[in-house]
């Protein structure tokens, strides 16, 4: 049973920095696309930053030179390292992966396992 568990969220002034971990167990989490996702109230769920099997990372334009996205094989984490935080970056973040791809696919759809989230807030 895969089970995927996300911690490092929290509240932060405009400007700094967190760093989101998500802990996977159940499976080689490295074989397959990894990713992050950000849903803020009333908003639909969008990808943040994706690494595929290789390491070949992703990002939304939004996120593109604060955030990035980096895995330890040898702990089975993946972390997602947040700079220069803006408010409309708060959302609940989430963790997934998408099983069997080892490129990421570009619909969030195929992502079949999911983390309960982690609340990020940015004032």
């Known amino acids: 049973h895969v089970q995927l568990v996300e911690s490092g969220g929290g509240s932060v002034q405009a400007g700094g920095s967190l760093r989101l971990s998500c802990a996977a167990s159940?499976?080689?989490?490295?074989?397959?696309?990894m990713g992050w996702f950000r849903q803020a109230p009333g908003k639909e769920r969008e990808g943040v930053a994706a690494?595929?099997?290789?390491?070949?990372?992703s990002y939304a334009d939004s996120v593109k030179g604060r955030f990035t996205i980096y895995k330890d094989n040898a702990k089975n984490t993946l972390y997602l390292q947040m700079n220069s935080l803006k408010p409309e970056d708060t959302a609940m973040y989430y963790c997934?992966?998408?099983?069997?791809?080892?490129?990421?696919?570009?619909?969030?759809?195929?992502?079949?396992?999911w983390g309960q989230g982690t609340q990020v807030t940015v004032s």
């Open positions: 997934a992966v998408a099983g069997g791809w080892t490129s990421c696919p570009n619909n969030l759809v195929y992502f079949n396992e």
């Open positions: 159940g499976y080689t989490y490295s074989s397959y696309c």
């Open positions: 690494i595929d099997s290789d390491g070949s990372t």
